[in-house]
Nanobody, 126 residues
Framework: QEELVESGGGLVQAGDSLSVSCAAS????????MSWFRQAPGKERELVAG????????HYADSVKGRFTISRDSAKTTITLHISSLLPEDTAVYYC???????????????????WGQGTQVTVSS
């Protein structure tokens, strides 16, 4: 059974740092790409960062470059998103996603991902 399990998140203050992690199990072993998306209230789900499993190339949304860092542990099929200098607008549900078929042009598209975690809430107070 494929499963993505997220951990981390919570209530933090603006300027703090936070990490969220995601562990994959089952047939998600050896995904092509694993990514973090977020969805704020009233907004569409958006990609914030992704890592290509073969080669380890990283991809970031322009809006988070410099503050968000994605990393992977290949042995454990785990990814971690570290967020520094948190802003109130970073408040969202953060979702881990995995794809075995995504290509560069589709990395931002939710439809390219077959596997999703349950989401973890990150709330940043000002």
């Amino acid at each position: 059974q494929e499963e993505l399990v997220e951990s981390g998140g919570g209530l933090v203050q603006a300027g703090d740092s936070l990490s969220v992690s995601c562990a994959a199990s089952g047939r998600i072993f050896r995904p092509r790409v694993m990514s973090w998306f977020r969805q704020a209230p009233g907004k569409e789900r958006e990609l914030v960062a992704g890592v290509w499993w073969s080669g380890g190339n990283l991809h970031y949304a322009d809006s988070v470059k410099g503050r968000f860092t994605i990393s992977r542990d290949s042995a454990k099929t785990t990814i971690t998103l570290h967020i520094s200098s948190l802003l109130p607008e970073d408040t969202a549900v953060y979702y881990c996603a995995a794809s075995r078929s995504a290509i560069l042009s589709s990395i931002r598209m939710s439809d390219a991902y077959a596997y999703w975690g349950q989401g973890t809430q990150v709330t940043v107070s000002s």
